[in-house]
């Protein structure tokens, strides 16, 4: 029996055993976090998807996750240590072909790993999975100056703008965010397609969600095999007051675009009294790379 | 004219792009893992006929063309104008040389054709996908040849030449694929 993606039940049943001993001799610990949550993802272009709950005849909101970041490092900020989850994630007004309201994800943390490490043991799971081939390592400027001639990090919005019109792209975009996105999508993502495994780190500073930012860069990777995103990691923020700026802004971002705001996410921000530890975290698209691995 | 959000983009919408009536003939959606989805978009400008494509940032609408095709019967050309009748209504449209590009090599009287109309004016035609012309000019026949030997051009009476076997003379009535101006047939 194969499903959508074509692979079988028993390879994905295989895959799982692969990604529990891999955790297993690393001494990470397999965890499960609530999916169905309080407070729904600020992120400005994911929506949560929302339902109505009855506890003790009381209607209340509760929101399915749409990954386990932030449940998992409240976990982290508690003295957890090195940890991994395998679940389902829902997203609300998915579209493409590529993507699904549900899907399944791994997401796991390494203390005391930066992101270049985090990599380096990616790639190790990729091998044990089966994926061995060479892995390519691209800064995001490099993805640009290796393709095109944008120098994307001394580029202003408007310099931005007068080059994407050239390229015919969309320009009408509120941040220079969403255009360098959008240049990415269409001038150096399909050019990734020739790389069986390839890592894209250091993005430019407006695109730091939930990662440290170093200067001009934020401490971000995502990974792409052959053209496909798998994976997106971070060397986390470890700070409540982090979070807080960060969710503040997301929420102003999609107030402006006419999205629904959101109150504070109180229950994190007190879990996070202490400090996550200095750690990196990656989430995986599993049914995406499971695709991959059975196209090599 | 109604505009259109990128969600009810599907192939074969009209839209109105750079003044110029486009139909789109496919619509890729993006959505990177973090940041906003857009959607890639190849349309066919039906004035040029060329093919252009465009990228949108979803949620982005795009005014919509009044374009219409309907089915219209050829009437004659009267030297400098291409005369078309709509069978239904009964009314009867003129369309100038320049409008008319390749189509004319395979308009034969009578032969029904798509027009597009934008804004009520024609501004191109299809002709049928197989349509049957005489052979005016060609060079003399062969006997025994079969097809799949090669072929000679064939001048048409309609003006058009065409790749026809060796066995074929002057007086034939053949069989063309007006979509790539091949030989298709005797009948």
Redesign the interface.
Known sequence: MTSLYNFSLKQKAEIFRKIRAFFDSKNVLEVQTPHLLNHPTT????DSISMQVNKDFDIQSKYLHTSPELEMKKLLANGSGDIYQICHVFRDN??????FNEFTMLEYYRLGFDIHQLMIDMSDLFSVLGLTQETTKLTYAQAFSTFTDIDILNSDFNTLKKIANSY???T??EWI??LQ??M???LV?PKLVQYPLCFVYDYPAE?S?LARVEGRVAKRF?LYLSGV?VA?GYDELQYAREYQQVFAQENQQRSKLGKTTFSQNLDFFQQLKNPLPQCAGVSI?IDRLISQINQI | MAHYST?QFKNGMKLILGGNPCSIISN???????????N?VKLKDLITGKT???????G?SVEGADVMELDMQYLYNDGSEWNFMDPNSFEQYSINDSAMDDAKGYLVEQDMCVVTLWNGSPISVTPPNHVMLEVVDTDPGLKGDTAGTGGKPATMNTGVVVQVPLFISIGEMVKVDTRTNEYAGRT
Do not use: H, M
Not at chain 1, 94 to 99: H, K, T
């Open positions: 992120d400005v272009y994911i998915e579209q493409g072909s590529q993507n015919d792209l969309c009408d975009f965010e969403d996105i959008l990415f999508t269409d993502e695109q969600a995502e995103e997106n698209g | 969600s890729e959606i993006r959505k990177p893992g973090k940041g906003q989805a857009s890639k252009l494509e465009k990228t949108f940032k979803s982005e």
